[in-house]
């Protein structure tokens, strides 16, 4: 009994560091509570009497659990797909809806939006190297084993997964910079609920456009006509969007606390905007090239 208060007592002090490592893997504050709770049930059923490091331990459990739980994500796509849409769908309307919205709004912005995103993007493997290496120093000689490569192929993941998180020269040129002038007035309007500035940004012929995974299941995935995209714009009111360069093109994220749901993209003419494409299918979000842009 008494090493078992011992544990417990151990783990509550591991918890924030976990929680920690959880959320940059997992990006949702639900699940890396889950993952942290899973890491507890590992402790208390594993003989840990040859243990020297415990919190080394506890961070390489719990990173694996994060490293099962994105791959769940990716082999049941079609589930998560609706799980997706669901909390996309929520978020857009309410996006004060998640499980304790303040400490998870705490947490995002001690990580960093920007990171975040892009984190959100990587593979699962590259992403625990870079998380667990980058951020919190673990050696290559650890993260091997739990993704179960050697330990130059671990180096190679981190490397790549750093290479996406520090992006390239995000400098606007004149053209990039018209694009951002379009933007930043349509999210203006957007956020103020002004239907007239939002019709004064779009081109009359405008179509928006969402992949099946933005929107809930039956809801119709195009509209056209300035009017009735502002209309949908201004009821949306984008508290949770945020200007991005998306494939090397100005365009929007969206990510209430950090957590990437949406990507917009904009084909934009003569200072209109011709097409909106909203794409929330989390498999082709993380093949879009994102680089947060300064509000």
């Not at 849409?85 to 309307?93: C, G, L, M, R």
């Not at 956020?191 to 940004?201: I, M, S």
């Amino acid at each position: 009994m008494h090493e078992h208060i011992w544990l417990a007592d151990q783990f509550e002090q591991n918890r924030p560091h976990l929680r920690g490592v959880a959320y940059r893997m997992l990006g949702s504050l639900s699940e890396a509570e889950d993952a942290v709770q899973e890491g507890w049930l590992r402790l208390s059923r594993s003989d840990t009497s040859a243990v020297e490091n415990l919190s080394g331990w506890l961070t390489t459990v719990v990173a694996r659990v994060c490293l099962d739980m994105l791959r769940s994500r990716e082999s049941k796509h079609e589930e998560f797909l609706e799980e997706h849409a669901e909390h996309a769908s929520k978020a857009i309307q309410d996006p004060n809806h998640a499980v304790d919205p303040e400490q998870e709004a705490m947490l995002a912005d001690s990580v960093g939006l920007a990171l975040l995103v892009v984190l959100e993007t990587l593979p699962p493997a590259e992403r625990l190297a870079f998380v667990l290496h980058d951020m919190f120093d673990l050696s290559f000689e650890e993260i091997a084993p739990i993704v179960d490569r050697s330990r130059t192929a671990a180096r190679q993941l981190a490397s790549r997964a750093r290479r996406r998180v520090q992006g390239a020269d995000t400098a606007l040129n004149a053209t990039l910079t018209r694009q951002r002038e379009v933007v930043d007035a349509f999210l203006a309007a957007a956020r103020g609920g002004n239907f007239e500035a939002l019709l004064a940004v779009l081109d009359p012929d405008a179509v928006l456009r969402y992949d099946p995974a933005a929107v809930p299941p039956g809801a119709p995935t195009e509209i056209r006509g300035a009017a009735a995209i502002a209309n949908r714009a201004a009821r949306a009111g984008a508290r949770a969007a945020r200007p991005a360069l998306v494939n090397g093109e100005v365009g929007v994220i969206v990510a209430p606390r950090g957590r990437l749901l949406m990507v917009l993209r904009f084909t934009i003419a003569n200072g209109k905007i011709l097409e909106i494409e909203a794409i929330a299918d989390p498999a082709r979000v993380r093949q879009l090239d994102l680089a947060i842009l300064k509000d």
